[in-house]
Every structure is written in structure tokens, then in C-alpha cells.
DNA sequence: GATGAATGAGTTTTCATTCAT
DNA sequence: CATGAATGAAAACTCATTCAT
């Protein structure tokens, strides 16, 4: 009749990702939390060592698969092209981030709060993700593929082409007609990023139009 | 000895401004604000009848003053062309985003929540902006200057390099060594967006490479 | 433009004794009573002395008039049989609480609190008005017209009588279909009490059949 | 260490009654109940749903058990004459409320004031019992034995002297110097109902004395 | 492993009142 | 005389967590 410790773990944070996402962490309780997983409160406390336990459970899952599906890309430089290592790695993460898209939209905007456990994630997790990319970018630039454009810049488009799909799908919806967890939003999605890549990163030609004066 | 309404009022915003950035809209008390604001704590529901009417007057104060920096744009459609209309309007949110930095932060973040003040939020105000930008990429494409790419993708890469410096502010800081509120970077980051307007919105000759077979 | 002195205090008085009755005296707040009085909350203060000086001013209003119904009659006792006396007198009574049935229901409620003003109240006013209708009751015995039932049993008969309507209005609704401030209330109501001071006070014969053994 | 949930869940009725009673629903907060129950103000909450819940539970404890007495009685109709009926009836309900004095003087108090609940108790309660006395006063007539009254003023006379000692409980103490919780109480008083019933509602000589021009 | 009763610290909000204007 | 901004105390309630079973 009871479920497995395995089950019932699963099933907290199954309706956790899915609270946190609706309402936010500070927006849930565990009371709601518990219902819906139709288990005791105080198993929360118990496998998790508290709510903040669990919102930490929550961010490793996350940030584990995300930057797996990085690591696994970067490994390919040696066989692949960049920039097609490049696209291959962004598909994988765009496709994590479907899979996991309650989760990814929670994620996205729980580091943007100034709490002790997100600077504790930023400093290990971005740090890591910043040098996976890093190393694509360097790869493309030394093989003459990239344009010389400023690595943090290049960073900060990719970032936010990656994220914004889920930090806002209300405007996806409103606007494309579109949900991140729709079958073929990865493929849709991706021809927007290939464009970006294609016309932007890989255009040789106009790179010095804009940052020859550089400030940057 | 008692401080004006105006100023306690305003004093009340500010001080919530800064904490539901730091901490979340729900990972802020009442009591917090009004200590900060060196108030009681019983103004603000005095003045905004409870803590989530302060959220509302923020939200409204922050779409206000958003949607007037596009709005006022639209009107030179007829006397500048379309492309460089786009780029004062991108510019003029920029700034205001700037000037605002702590507010756009909070405010983006919590529109992605479901709570029924952001649904209402989203069904007036974003459609507005929506229309706005309409306007201005249909004036463009039927002056021939923007490429015909779908509208809906356009809107989506313009509203996520819009928001993602605020968004996404901490991995500005980590990458880019910059902060949305310093003094060059909206220039700085106009750049970007200028580029990508030229070498991807306006570029005409490639504009069949990617969506000629759109299932979009 | 500003109302008078008067005025401000009798609009707050009428405004404090519908809401009492409403939803009693702890149930309302000064505020609710200012908004319906249309002046400010702070007025309540300023002529009542606070909330409690108010309470106090509406009791007063009520037992004043009350004791003045019955003296007025008393002294008809000279002249008048003290029958007659009596129904003149409940009479009085039940016109001055059909005209102010919203104080009068508010009022035999909120005695029924333990607190120091109903003690109080309860202390001079009831003390009066036992010994008005002691010297009623005992002209009437000493007449050979009244029984000689306990005087204290005729007392909480007729004292239940003429506030059980005001007390139990929903049930005079329910069950008559009768309000106590309709036009012919008294009327109606005064045949059921003189009823009973004809079949039962006034009937000497029956008198010891229920008192012989009386252990009272 | 605990007590179990009965022993909670009973302390806080049985302080909550108190109190409502001493001071009334309003003028007495969740803080003094649980300080009295000698329990943590939280299982107010808990068990009751807040402190309207416990005040409804209040309700239908004593309606429950008020109604069981006269339905009780309603069924000894078939081999009872009426009159005993009614008698039995009283007397039962006499002793339900002397038993729960404080539980009844608060409840009658408070169906006074217009709140939501309330009226849900009247639409309920007060129907099935005026139903029941209906049946009883029915078979009276048929049978003979009660003059013909309007079923409304008996009803209304009847209801008077069962609430009023209770509600009016220091008007007793003053004029009867008798408590309703007194062991002979009950007795003592339904001697002065019987009275009234023999007198009054079974005197068939004179019942057209006061009721022929009756406009009721 | 799982429960649910119980808790104390915490929340937001309402209150009657005060006071400078 | 009247106002409305401002206050501190107190209100009811929610919270995450604990613990005996």
C-alpha cells in the first residue's frame, strides 16, 4: 500500500517542480506540496531536510543534466566542426530544457534571486558552463569559421536565445502560438538559433562594421 | 515631523522595488519593506491596500512607463524610416529598462509566475506592446527594408535580447563584466542589437536560406 | 458645507446603532461607522471619547427613555386601577422600543455581555425599573385585583414578553410574519400581553393551584 | 506527552464557549481560548478552520442537541395527549439548556446579529423546530385540549419563556436571585410554563375573550 | 517508512486612537 | 471644527518543522 522510498521521493519532487513553477519557491508550501504528491508533510523534511533541501534537489537535477548535455557536445571539437558542435550542442540543451520545461522555467528564474544557494550555484555551475562554451568559441575563431567577435557578447546572445523560450513563454504563446513543450519546438526554435549562427557568428565579412571602435 | 504622502508613498515603493528584486515578490515581508523605508508598517496597506496591491502599483508603474517609451516611437514611423525607428525604440526601453534596473528585473521575473495579477498584466499590456512592434516590422517590410521573416520570430529574438540583461544580470556580471545600470552600457549594448538588426532583420538576400521550407 | 455640531454627533449615534445591531458592538469598527455617518473616523473619538464613550452614550440613550415610559405611568397609579396602569405602561414601553427597535434589539444583546458597562447599566437602570413595577404590582394585590403570584416570577414573565420580540425578530418573521417596527406591532402584540395579564395575573381563583407547595 | 485529539479538540469548545459567552464572539480572540484550553492557538486553526469554524461547530452542537429533545418528544404524540406532550417537550429543552447554560445564552445572543452563518442556522434549524411545534399544537386543537390561539403568538410566547432565562440570565439573579444552572431551576420554572399552559393555552372558555376582532 | 497531532515563530492585516494642520 | 496621515498594538492565520507512534 505504501509506495517505495523511491516512489515517494519521485513524487515530492514531481509536484514540487510543478508548484515552484506556478507559484514560485517562496509561493509554495509544503502543505500544497505534499497534497498534491498525496504524501505526509513531514516526508519532505524527512528525505529532503526541509523546503530548502528540496529546492536544492531541484537545481542539481537541473544543472546536472544541462551541463551534461554541454560536456558530451565539447567532447565532439576534436571530430566535428566547431560551429556544427556548436549547433549539436545547443539543439541538446534546448532539448533538455524541453523535456524539463516546468523545471527549466523554475530554475531560469530562482537565480535571479539574490539567495545564498544561487550565488552557490553561479559559482559553480555558470562557471563550468562558461568555459564548455568558451572552448567551442576559441576552437571556431582559431579555425577561421567564427567571426573575431568579443567572446562575452557572443555568450550573453547565446544565453539568452537559450533561455528566454522558457523564462517567457507567455509571450511564446501569445505571440508564436508556441510552447516550449511542444513536439517540434526544438526544430522550430533551432532554425531561428542556425540563422543567428549562420548570418551573425559565421559572417566573416561585416564583423569589423560595428566593433571596429571598439569601447567593449 | 510626519513626512508628506507623496514621500511615504514613495519611499514605500522603493524600498519594495529593491526587496522583491533581491528576494522575490513572496520572499519579502511586509515588515522588511517597511523597516527599510523607515515606515510602519501599517502604511502600506493604508496606502496600497495590502501588499499585493504595492505588487500591482509597481507592475503598472513599470508597463506605464514601458510601453510609452515604445508608443512614442511608433509616432515617428512617418517621418524616419521603419529600421531606425526600431532602433530608437529599443533604445528608449533600454534606457528606461536602465533607469530602472532593480524594478525591470523584479517585474520580468514575475510575470513568469501564474498569478492572476500577471495574466491580467499580460492581457493588456503585452498585447499592447505586441501591436506596437506590428506596426513598425510591417511599415518595414513593405518599405522593402526588413526581410520577410516571420513576425512572430522577430518579436521573440527582439523581446529576449531586450530582457536578458535584466533577466540574466548575474551572468552579465560573470561574463561580460558589465551591469545593466552602468552608464555605457546601453550603448554598448545597442551595438549588439544593431548588428543583429543589420546583418539578420535586414538582410534581404538571405532571408529564403532558412524558412523556405517553414513548417512554421 | 461641514455639518453642525449636532449633526455630526447625531448621524454617528444613528450610524453606531444600525451597525451594533447589525453585527454587534465588537463586530463593528469606528471606521465602518464614520464611512456610514460620512465623517471622519476620527470625530468618534473627538465627541465620544472614544468607542467605548460611544457604546456608553447609546445605552444611556436607550434606558433613559425606557425608565422614562414606565415613571411617566407610575404615577398614574393614583388615579388609574393598577391594571390599567400596567397595560399603560407595557404599552409605553413596547411604542418606544417599536421606534427604536434597531437600539433596543442592540441593547438587551449587548447587556447580555459580561462587561463592566452592562454591570453598571445594569446596576442603576434594572434597579429602577424593578422597583417601578414593584410599586405596580404590589397596588395591585393590595387592590385584590392581581394574584398573588411571586412577584418575582410576574416580573421575568412580562420583562420576557417585551423583549423577546426585539431579541427574536427573525423568529417573529419566521413565524409570524411580523416585524416589531410595523405600524400595528404594538397593537397586535399588546392583545397577547393583556391576555395574559387577564387569564393569569388577574385570575384569582386558579391562584394557588400551581403555588401551594411552592419551594420558590 | 500529548493530549489525544479529543482531549484538544474538546478543551478548546469547552473554552471557546466560555467565552464567546462571557464576552461575546467578537469581543473574545483565538489567543484567549487557547490560553484557557491551555493549548497553542495554531490547533484553533487546525482543527476548526479558523475561528468562524469554531464557532459554527458551536452552533450545531447546541442545535443538534436542542432539536433532539423536542423530536424526541414529537414522537410520544401517538401515546401521550398533547398537552403532556408540550409539557415533556419544554422540559426536556428546559434541561438541555440548563445543562449547557453558557453554550445557549451565547447561542441565542448571537443569532441576533445578521451574519452569514447565522442565517444559514435560522434557514435550518429554527424551521424544523417550529415544524415540530407545529404537530404538537395541531393535535391539541384537533384533540380539543388547546384553545383555538393563532399558532404564531403561541409559538412566539412559547419560544419567549424557553429562551429568556437564559438570555436575560442577570435580570433572573436580580429579581429571582436564581441562576439557570441551578439544580432546581428547571422545576422552578416549569411551574410558571405549566401554569401558563393550563391557564392560557388550554382554557377554552374564554379563548374568544380577546382574539374575536383579531386582525392577526 | 510513514503518519498526523502539535508547536512556536512567522506572516499580513485591522484596529482605535492621536496629532499636526 | 474637521481632517487624514500615521502609529503601535493586537488581531487571525500560515508556516515549516518536530516527534511520538
Redesign the pocket.
Known amino acids: 500500500m505504501?509506495?517505495?522510498?523511491k516512489?515517494?521521493k519521485d513524487l515530492i519532487m514531481e509536484a514540487a517542480i510543478f508548484l515552484f513553477n506556478t507559484k514560485g519557491y517562496d509561493g509554495?508550501?509544503?502543505?500544497?506540496i505534499a497534497k498534491k504528491a498525496n504524501?505526509?508533510?513531514?516526508?519532505?523534511?524527512?528525505?529532503f531536510?526541509?523546503?530548502?533541501?528540496?529546492l536544492e534537489a531541484c537545481l542539481i537535477q537541473f544543472f546536472e543534466g544541462y551541463l551534461a548535455c554541454l560536456e558530451e557536445k565539447v567532447f565532439l571539437l576534436e571530430t566535428l566542426p566547431p560551429d556544427e558542435c556548436l549547433k549539436q550542442g545547443l539543439k541538446s540543451i534546448l532539448s533538455f530544457q524541453r523535456e524539463n520545461h516546468l523545471l527549466t522555467r523554475f530554475v531560469w528564474r530562482e537565480v535571479s534571486i539574490d539567495s545564498q544557494i544561487s550565488r552557490e550555484i553561479i559559482a559553480s555551475y555558470l562557471v563550468k558552463e562558461k568555459y564548455f562554451l568558451h572552448l567551442i568559441l576559441e576552437q571556431g575563431i582559431k579555425d577561421g569559421i567564427f567571426a573575431n567577435l568579443p567572446e562575452s557578447l557572443v555568450m550573453i546572445q547565446l544565453k539568452s536565445m537559450l533561455t528566454m523560450p522558457f523564462l517567457q513563454s507567455q509571450y511564446l504563446r501569445e505571440v508564436w502560438h508556441t510552447f516550449p513543450q511542444e513536439k517540434y519546438f526544438v526544430e522550430k526554435y533551432m532554425m531561428m538559433i542556425e540563422r543567428w549562427i549562420d548570418s551573425t557568428l559565421c559572417s566573416l565579412l561585416q564583423e569589423n562594421r560595428h566593433f571596429d571602435r571598439k569601447i567593449i
Open positions: 505504501n509506495a517505495t522510498v516512489e515517494t509554495t508550501g509544503v502543505r500544497d504524501v505526509n508533510p513531514a516526508n519532505i523534511s524527512y528525505y531536510k526541509g523546503k530548502k533541501g528540496l
